[in-house]
C-alpha cells in the first residue's frame, strides 16, 4: 500500500464523513418497509437538483434543496408517513458520523497533518452535522460552496481549499465516497481517494482515484 506525502485531507462531509442515511435510522420503525427507498431517493434528488442549478446558472442553498428532496421523496413513496418530515429534516440537520470518521480525523492530526472538509452543505447545516458528530475540533477548517453560489463539482469549489490553507493542489488528498466527486477533484489536480462503502462500479475512466479504500480506516497508514 503507498504511502500518501501532500500534507492536507481534505474530506467531503455527507457520505463521506457524515452518514446521509442515519436521518432514515431514526425513524425508521415509523417510516415502515419502503424506508431505505425514501431514503435513497431523498439523497438522489438532493444531488441532482444541486446539479441541475448549477448546470443552468443558478443557486438554491442546500438546505433548501435538501427538503425539496424530501418533499419530493414523500410523494413519491406515499406509504411513509408525511407527517415524519420535520424529525427527518432535525434528523438530517445533526447526522450521525460513520464509525470510522473520528478515528481518521485523529490519525492524520496526531501526524501533523491539516484536515477539513469541502461540502455543498450550506454553513448552518454543516455546523450543525459536524457539531452534533463530535468532528468539530478534529478540522482545522468547514468549507461550503454558498460563499460561490455554486456546487461541485465545478472547479472553482475546488479552489476554495487551495484558497483556504494557500497551497497548490498537489499539496492536498482529496477523500469522497462520490464518484463523481472524485472526478471533479481529480480534474482539479488533487491526488483524489473513492472511499467505495457500497462496492460501487467504477466510472469517469480520464479521472480515476489515486486509491480506492473500503473505508476510511486505511487512512492513518496511508499517511
Known sequence: MSVISPPIFIFDAYG????????????RAEAGPEADRLSAIWRTKQLEYSWTLTLAGH????WTLTERALDYALALVPSVDKGLKTRLLEAYFKLDAFPDALPALRALKAKGHKT?????????????????AGLTSDLDAVLSVDVL????PRPEVYGLVTECFKCTPSDV????????????ATAFGFRALWINRAKMPDEYPEFPPK?????????????
Not at 149 to 152: A, E, L, N, Y
Open 16 to 27: 463521506t464523513l457524515l452518514d446521509v442515511h442515519a436521518a432514515i435510522a431514526r425513524c
Open 59 to 62: 443557486y438554491v442553498d442546500f
Open 116 to 132: 477539513g472538509t469541502l461540502s455543498n452543505g450550506s454553513p448552518d447545516m454543516l455546523k450543525g452535522a459536524v457539531d452534533a
Open 149 to 152: 453560489k455554486m456546487f461541485k
Open 173 to 184: 488528498t482529496f477523500v469522497s465516497s462520490n464518484r463523481w466527486d472524485v472526478m471533479g
Open 211 to 223: 486509491q480506492v479504500l473500503a473505508d476510511l480506516s486505511a487512512l492513518a497508514a496511508l499517511s
